[in-house]
């Protein structure tokens, strides 16, 4: 049964994808073991592949990273970063350098996490194979939060907000232009679910070819910080940041604070995400404990490289008022006064609104699959159709729960700057304190497995800073003022993210706990398989 088992997935993954899910309606699901998962016959390999094959290599996967780490946020961020910096460079480049050292650190645990399972999931397959005790509680929560969380607002708000200006609109925060940027928003998320959806290979061609696009304005960005240096503003406008005061002096004392700094921090690292996202996609990689290895340490240096050069520029050309007041459009800002008014505002800036539309491709690709993978462990409502490669061979209907979710978001929060700096520091919170679990995780992984060796090992000091730097960031928050924490009516971020975390483990507490307690009876999982080739786990109830 294994043999034949193995044999049919390999041909599968070797078949056309196009054709895989238009045979029919792929949501009746056959038996195909009814042995509990952990006491399986069945080849984990056999049923973690996915229908799609591995079909990414280095340079595709170097495209996953580049074009997921440069995005939105080096374009965005910095005024956010260096205002809760209190204008000070020294922190400023401070942040930055702590949020490079502790991606390099976690994308190693990951790595090595990936060369014990190298199969799509991330870091659900490195919780759910830690935390194994009480059953099913870490692979519920994470599951419920991936998929509550899977959404992909900031890049999809600096797009709008990008794509005007391009087009002259330079305040974008209030009456006609502020609705306009949230449909231009929501446009460019439905144009991204729809060439992903559509067609797996075509939707993989255009992200490979923006992101060779994307290797461009990386070599600009350099270009950009060495050309800063020589930059001279002209008479009676206020001096660069750098050029005004010493480098370790400060512009606002009174705005630092440990909660600011977390902040500052969370954009920072917001800005290198990507380094743990790509193993989502895993399954997709050939190759994937080399081919993952070579293409995110790689990446992840260029664009370390790219993000100081571009920072230089930020405090050589622009003031801290400057800085403060462009929020979200700090880029466009810095290309406007470098290089004037129609190269830097229009070219420069349909550059940077390029590289986001490439990053959200790709965002919108690895969230599919990471919620496809979330649907096939069968915890939630209607995973089976969810799960599916219907109908044309791409994780289409897992793509409407992200799109879904990302457009529900842009049309509830209100429109000014400060709901970007939100949106990103919640996710970015949620984030922390998972990584924070794989990032210990590791140690008991270890433990576990004492006496075997994995090809690819951490650095345990990088994984201890990792581990001391996400703890301050979830504490900090908490100490101080909220009041920079929170936007409208919504909690502080940091509160909201926590309250969905908790909702998540209350949605297992119920499922798998309480009504199965009080209406006697146990949930077994046992294994099919659509009619695509994708094995789902499904959930039967048992009566005691």
């Not at 581990?467 to 909690?491: E, H, T």
């Amino acid at each position: 049964m294994s043999s034949e088992l193995e044999n049919n997935s390999r041909q599968q993954a070797d078949e056309d994808v196009e054709s895989q899910s238009r045979e029919g309606f792929p949501f009746e699901p056959t038996p195909l073991t009814e042995l509990e998962l952990q006491n399986s016959d069945v080849p984990v390999d056999s049923y973690m592949e996915v229908p799609q094959g591995r079909h990414l290599g280095v340079f595709s996967t170097m495209v996953l990273f580049v074009a997921r780490i440069v995005g939105s946020g080096i374009f965005a961020t910095p005024s956010s970063i260096y205002v809760n910096c209190g204008g000070n460079p020294a922190l400023y480049f401070g942040v930055w350098i702590l949020a490079g050292i502790v991606a390099f650190a976690g994308l190693f645990v990951f790595l090595e996490y990936g060369s014990w399972l190298p199969r799509s999931g991330g870091r659900k397959n490195f919780l759910e194979q830690t935390y194994t005790k009480p059953k099913l509680m870490m692979s519920v929560t994470f599951v419920c939060f991936t998929v509550v969380t899977g959404f992909a607002m900031s890049n999809a708000i600096v797009f709008g907000k990008y794509f005007l200006y391009v087009f002259g609109f330079s305040d974008i925060s209030t009456g006609f232009q502020s609705g306009a940027s949230k449909y231009v928003s929501i446009a460019v998320i439905l144009a991204a679910m729809l060439v992903h959806g559509l067609s797996v290979r075509v939707g993989i061609r255009i992200q490979n070819f923006l992101g060779g696009l994307k290797f461009g304005l990386i070599g600009l960005m350099c270009l950009i910080g060495i050309y800063s240096f020589f930059y001279k503003a002209p008479s009676g406008q206020e001096p660069a940041s750098l050029k005004s005061q010493p480098f370790f002096a400060y512009q606002d004392k009174s705005v630092v604070t440990m909660s600011s700094l977390a902040s500052a921090f969370l954009s920072a690292f917001f800005c290198f995400s990507g380094w743990d996202t790509v193993h989502a996609v895993a399954s997709e990689v050939k190759n994937p404990i080399r081919t993952l290895k070579l293409a995110g340490t790689t990446s992840l240096f260029i664009c370390f490289i790219c993000y100081s050069m571009m920072n230089m520029a930020y405090v050589n050309v622009l003031s801290y008022e400057e800085i403060k007041k462009a929020g979200p459009l700090v880029g466009s800002v810095l290309f406007t006064k470098l290089f004037g008014k129609v190269i830097g505002s229009k070219l420069l800036s349909s550059s940077v609104a390029l590289s986001t539309a490439s990053n959200l491709l790709v965002v919108i690709y690895g969230l599919s699959r990471m919620n496809q993978e979330s649907f096939r462990e069968g915890y939630l409502p209607f995973s089976i159709p969810l799960a599916s490669n219907w109908p044309w061979g791409s994780p289409f209907p897992s793509m409407l729960v992200c799109g879904g979710l990302t457009i529900i978001w842009l049309a509830i929060l209100p429109s000014e700057n400060s709901s970007f700096d939100y949106l990103v520091s919640m996710e970015g919170y949620g984030n922390q304190f998972f990584l924070l679990l794989v990032a210990i995780g590791l140690f008991i992984h270890r433990r576990k497995h004492r006496g075997q060796r994995p090809a690819i090992r951490a650095s345990t000091v990088g994984t201890i800073l990792m581990i001391f730097v996400s703890y301050y960031v979830l504490m900090a928050p908490f100490i101080g003022d909220q009041k920079r924490n929170r936007i409208g009516s919504l909690p502080p971020y940091q509160i909201t993210s926590m309250l969905l975390i908790a909702v998540c483990f209350v949605f297992w507490l119920i499922k798998f706990v309480a009504l199965p307690r009080a209406f006697h009876y146990m949930l077994e999982p046992s294994i099919r398989m659509l009619n695509d080739g994708l094995a789902v786990t499904v959930w039967e109830k048992k009566r005691l």
